[in-house]
């Protein structure tokens, strides 16, 4: 598989040194993903370095996974780099994506401000958690987005047993924005919000927010990549988009990955399987 992978690799550069230098429009892929990876600063780290190597320009379109995967269907994206595994999934069996490859992981967080109403900081366990946040009815934004965190934020209330939207308009916001956009609200709002580590770490305005819960293993959020099915649509660009997933779960990529640090904190642990 890793052969294949380094053929296809190979031919999209070969097919790329051919091409007249002069007047020649940079070959670029369109990749659906999600605010985390952007807004943490992924991104601006890892694009850099696969651009130069292979002249390949990465568009990237951040939104909500559900979003994400959707430009997919519609075959508006080439690559879909999202973190939403039973989403991915449905993708995949519908026929969207190739292959789903594991990329990296971090973890998910919840904030909350320093005053704690609820009584959770310090906390391990994110069902109890969110237990007592819907007891003391107490301000909590969320994303409302469709997005891989929003989606994750729903499943841990479901287990606990509680529809937020019996509180909406009242102690459950949703923003229907991405994760800066939440964070900036439940910062002005002095709320609760769950958010990727990623995006935390990256997040500068945030007033009286502090981690309040963290460590729990249900908290493990996953990243996955996968070129939008040719079959589907033709037009996606099949060696172009190809390469730039061989490439993230290459050695040399998931380096990369592990390489982009927030002083001393590293944001993201790459895990692909080759």
Request: cysteine-free; glycine content about 10%.
């Amino acid at each position: 598989m890793a052969v294949m992978r380094s053929a296809v690799l190979a031919f999209a550069l070969s097919g790329l040194l051919q091409l007249p230098m002069a007047g020649a429009q940079q070959p670029f892929i369109t990749v659906a993903s999600t605010t985390s990876t952007e807004q943490s600063g992924l991104f601006k780290h890892l694009l850099p370095v696969f651009e130069k190597k292979t002249g390949i320009r990465v568009r990237v379109v951040a939104q909500g996974t559900g979003q994400a995967l959707d430009m997919g269907r519609r075959g508006d994206a080439d690559v879909v780099f999202v973190h939403d595994r039973v989403a991915e999934e449905k993708f995949l069996a519908e026929g969207f994506g190739v292959q789903r490859f594991e990329v990296m992981y971090n973890d998910f967080v919840l904030v909350g401000p320093k005053s704690d109403p609820a009584k959770i900081a310090g906390g391990r366990n994110i069902i109890e958690a969110y237990k007592k946040i819907a007891a003391a009815a107490a301000p909590f934004a969320s994303r409302g987005d469709k997005s891989g965190t929003h989606a994750a934020e729903l499943r841990l209330w479901k287990m606990a047993g509680i529809d937020p939207q019996t509180g909406k308009g009242g102690w459950y916001r949703e923003t229907g924005s991405g994760m800066g956009p939440t964070l900036n609200t439940a910062s002005a709002m002095n709320a609760y919000a769950f958010t990727d580590r990623g995006t935390w770490l990256s997040f500068r305005n945030r007033g009286d927010l502090v981690v309040v819960v963290e460590g729990d293993r249900q908290l493990f959020n996953q990243y996955g990549i996968m070129l939008v099915n040719p079959a589907k649509h033709p037009h996606v660009k099949k060696d172009l988009g190809q390469a730039f997933v061989d490439w993230v779960i290459s050695a040399e990529g998931q380096k990369v990955i592990a390489d982009y640090k927030i002083g001393t904190d590293q944001l993201f642990f790459p895990n692909a399987k080759r």
